[in-house]
């Protein structure tokens, strides 16, 4: 109805205004979309209306970037991850909008608590950890710095299982989500075929080339969902599209129906939508399942061909396929990207191989985010055979023309060629994804400086040799600072306001420096204290609500939260707990009286099938048994694992931290995100020589954080002498501490044998003997610190000041410049919010 513009511009929304239209909005929510009234309306109902009048206005403003991004038709960077660890949206969108305020009052009129609405969203839980949570802060960031941007993923029905926590022992429960889901919007209309298994046959066409043609197999239709992005205090709101599985007839089969066959006329229907039904739960871990290669090829096809659909409607010629388009690759689960438009560009548009090739090495970037060989994706041949039969032979020729570059550049290395194929010789032959995703991309980056040397030393260094190093990047991980310093710590985020001349710190977080001018500022430190002192209460509360455990919140919190794993190192926490409860045991009670109190806090989840994290949580829970009875102990320590950890609950345990642990092995985390979480909430950080730790010591300085352990150069020789007998006799303290387990006092000894002779008898992988001594003696250092109150405060106001590189926006805009080559759209004075 494009003539009709007039009309339509005169009954264009634009969403509610003020506080009246607000209310106005939630009103009819309530009364029309709820079907409900001012006599049921409860506090679910109160959140679902609220969500709604808010999506409205985001979708409105979400249409009006999309026009302004298709009408400016500037380059767009699509952001393929298999996890967007989203967390809620209402508080975001309220926030981000600048509308939380009124919001507030407006609930209050209505008779509602705006904290108590906010709580009814179910976390939207697509991800498992660091990196699903990566994505969900770079999203943000794209949309507040006005990038043309899109995220693709999965829309599983199930995202991470939600954890209960059984007599000790981790339980996994279904985390059905969808339920109510206000922020989605189902584009029925949008909608791919995506083909799997059949055969490949070779034809001639007219112009007697010969053409490989996908045929055969089965079909399966990928469904668009799109979620609305609000960027902070700018009118941009980006897309991120979630594809949901659906069996491509769209019907369950009426004549097996009809002939009694129920069972199987709704198979088809049911083996479609398994692919988008589950998220996979494990972190840094590859299990090569079949469905797994299922989801990773049904949501790059389909993205794919909607960002193909997209270039084309500009009918511009393919070469400049790379200036529109700029795609990264979260990991390498969405590597079969590269060969599906290698494929789409040469079976389906005709291209000759190097001219596609070309384009598709320049449209792509490869973040890589962890070195630990467990991590690393390989799929068998047999199986992409039989699943993605013209994606092997794509596969094949890419690797043959990749090897010919190789042998022209080192002649007769065949040891190299062996060594970098992408094809492994082993039985059954693998598809490395890693250097899969290496050759076909531009630009490969790490997470964070060491781990981008790391990688680029070890497990890629051929790939240097090759390629050359400028192929090789580095680009440090960041958070959003609005979520995790104005969400989660309003009051820490308006004391800083005071202090910085306003809230421009949240895009521009390198004015934070500002506050080292304050540090002295008695009434700013007292501040300071009280907000630290409530967020502690808060989450104290939370502790006593759902275990039942009271802890004290003048005692030092200790947190530990994070996925579980070894390499993380939760073990050598609660070995240190239990060191310390031994340690308070022996002394008298005059001696224990004078020592500080702690909580150690715990939380995190185990992947399913990972029987030592399992271990790990249940040692804790029964650690905790013992010490939080123990009447000698009373507050001086207790022990709290804080169940089903989610985006929820971090922005409630990480503003209540006073030192929170980032130990894993040297080496080994590739970055972790959530010490630099815990920092800009001025808490301080016990941590080893990995990730980003060596940044933020860097930033902060060193009297600033509590620093421990072997460094990464030292891991492998330690190693080795663990594997040949030559290291140093199990530490002392560590051997006191497994005599008490081994003794019952945690209960059955057999349950932890496991995790005792790993460190004992097995060569102790990740060094938890070696660290075990420098990590208690630097405990110590952070109880001397802490009992000095004054000097605490001042390391936590001056390490806050110094946290701006930490930005999710600055790690943005280095991918823009430095490999996406993407500009932000400007989007006028007139449409910036304040
Ligand atoms: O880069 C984001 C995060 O990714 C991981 O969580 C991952 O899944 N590989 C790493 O383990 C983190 O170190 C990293 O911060």
Partial sequence: PEPLRNTWRKHQTSGFKDKDGFEREVVRHVETTLARSLYNCDEAAAYSATALAFRDRLILEWNRTQQRQTFVDSKRVYYLSLEFLMGRALDNAMLNVGQKELAKVGLSELGFRIEDVIQQEHDAALGNGGLGRLAACFLDSLASLNYPAWGYGLRYRYGIFKQEIIDGYQVEVPDYWLDFNPWEFPRHDVTVDIQFYGSVEKKTNDAGRTVCHWEGGE??????????????????????????????SGEFDFQKFNSGDYESSVADQQRAETISAVLYPNDNLDRGKELRLKQQYFWVAASLYDIVRRFKKTKRPWNEFPEQVAIQLNDTHPTLAIVELQRILVDLEGLEWDEAWNIVVNTFGYTNHTVLPEALEKWSVPLVQHLLPRHLQIIYDINLFFLQKVERKFPGDVQLLRDVSIIEESQPK?????YLAIVGSH??????ELHSELIQATIFKDFVRIFGPDKFTNVTNGITPRRWLHQANPRLSELIASKTGGYGFLKDLTQLNQLELHVNDKQFRKEWAEIKYANKVRLAKHITATTGITVNPTALFDVQVKRIHEYKRQQMNIFGAIHRYLTLKAMSPEERQKQLPRVSIFGGKAAPGYWMAKQIIHLINSVGAVIN??????????????EDY??????MIIPASDISEHISTAGTEASGTSNMKFVLNGGLIIGTCDGANIEITREIDEPNIFLFGHLSEEVEPL???HRYGAASPLDPDLARVFEEIEKGTFGNPQDFAGMISAVRDHGDYYLVSDDFSSYIAT?????????????????CITSVSRMGFFSSDRCINEYAEGIWNVEPLKVGEHAERA
């Fill in 219 to 248: 079909t399966v239709k990928a469904v668009a969902y799109d979620m609305p992005i609000p960027g902070h205090a700018t009118p941009t709101t980006n897309n991120l599209r979630l594809w949901s599985s659906k069996a491509a």
């Fill in 430 to 434: 693998m598809v490395r994804m890693a």
């Fill in 443 to 448: 630009k490969v980056n790490g997470v964070a």
């Fill in 629 to 642: 009875n123990d009447k000698d102990i009373g507050d001086l320590l207790k022990v709290v694992f804080v």
């Fill in 646 to 651: 989610n985006v929820s609950k971090a922005e």
């Fill in 719 to 721: 190693r080795h002498a």
């Fill in 779 to 795: 405990h110590d250092a952070v109880d001397e610190a802490y009992r000095d109150q004054e000097g605490w405060i001042t390391k």
